[in-house]
């Protein structure tokens, strides 16, 4: 199986993907935290990343901190 951080945001988008359709929406938001030490370490500016992402049904805003 995958594994890392891709593998985390998909079981995500195909999670939030189902919330959104279930409430209706054609746009979601996903958070995805990294705790790994060597990540904690930088600062905010180094840590957060933002991109969107097309799937069935919306767009989702993927958020990496």
């Not at 199986?1 to 054609?26: C, F, H, K, N, W």
């Not at 935290?33 to 767009?59: H, V």
Request: proline share 3%; no cysteine; charged share 30%.
């Amino acid at each position: 199986p995958a594994s890392g951080r891709e593998a985390t945001i998909e079981e995500g988008l195909v999670q939030i993907s189902r919330y959104r359709d279930t409430m209706g929406a054609t746009e979601a938001w996903l958070v995805v935290f990294d705790r790994r030490a060597e990540t904690r370490a930088k600062s905010w500016e180094e840590r957060l990343t933002w991109e969107t992402r097309a799937t069935p049904g919306g767009i989702v805003t993927v958020i990496g901190a």
